[in-house]
């Protein structure tokens, strides 16, 4: 590994479900403190990507690599997968995922949520890890809802929670995978907060969104998927005014209309 490869690189990745091609052949690079949003419409392959760089799904072609280190496969085609369960376990948890549903344990309270990864996946001894999930709570404005369990709170809550979870591992990137697409536009607003102050932090993220005022808000470089392809993609202040692609024009006017 090394400091100035970039954190995550993809390269000419490939995704089958069957005869269902969802990639087809996607470069994506985010360096350090780069923030990359992919938009699109449904199934252009966007939250595929998203989880084929976390390692949950095997891709069939291409190399993923993390701060430069590529990940080591056995097989080819739809027999591919990694081969080192070890690299599979660090890349994952450097690369901590926040989901559109909130996947908090319902019978566990909120700091408890956000302290179970670094005790059980990390070993980290409890005296550290609670004042980190502690300060990480208060950094998503919900310090004051660490005894309280997923059911009490709010959606933006529970998705806030979340954030505070995925940060409590200290990750060298964060994904984002529609953060807000399952809250109303209030609670909503909560969330893009967040996720606004971790972009201003340098914190290097890949965010997939259906909110194009946030992509274009908080990111450093919009990639435009269509059908499994990048149709186009480039700065945001030129994406979302200039953009150059009959598909991209059409697709902006639909989402900024609605």
């Not at 400091?3 to 990639?23: C, F, N, W």
């Not at 993390?66 to 948890?93: L, N, Y």
């Not at 201003?200 to 969104?209: A, K, Q, S």
Request: hydrophobic share 40%; with cysteine.
């Amino acid at each position: 590994m090394t400091d100035t490869a970039p954190v995550i690189e993809i390269r000419d990745l490939h995704k089958s479900y069957g005869q269902l091609e969802v990639l087809k052949g996607v470069d994506i690079t985010a360096r350090k403190g780069d923030v990359v949003s992919l938009i699109g419409s449904s199934g252009s392959g966007k939250s595929t990507l998203l989880r084929c760089a976390n390692l949950l799904e095997d891709s069939q072609q291409g190399d993923i690599l993390f701060c430069g280190e590529p990940v080591s496969w056995k097989g080819t085609g739809a027999g591919r997968h990694p081969s080192d369960r070890k690299q599979v376990m660090r890349i994952r948890t450097n690369l901590s995922m926040v989901f559109q549903q909130f996947n908090l344990w319902a019978h566990m309270t909120i700091l408890q949520n956000v302290m179970e990864a670094p005790l059980t996946v990390l070993g980290r001894d409890r005296a550290e890890v609670e004042p980190a999930a502690r300060a990480y709570l208060d950094k998503v404005g919900i310090g004051d809802k660490a005894d309280a369990f997923p059911a009490q709170l709010s959606g933006g809550q529970q998705q806030r929670a979340a954030i505070a979870r995925a940060l409590c591992m200290e990750p060298k990137a964060l994904l984002f995978d529609e953060p807000t697409s399952a809250l109303d536009p209030e609670l909503e607003q909560e969330v893009v907060r967040v996720i606004q102050a971790l972009a201003e932090e340098g914190r290097t993220m890949i965010l997939v969104t259906h909110d194009m005022k946030m992509a274009r808000d908080v990111s450093d470089h919009v990639v435009f998927l269509h059908q499994g392809r990048i149709e186009e993609q480039g700065a945001p202040a030129r994406l979302f005014t200039d953009p150059k692609t009959d598909r991209l024009r059409g697709f902006l006017s639909s989402t900024l209309a609605a």
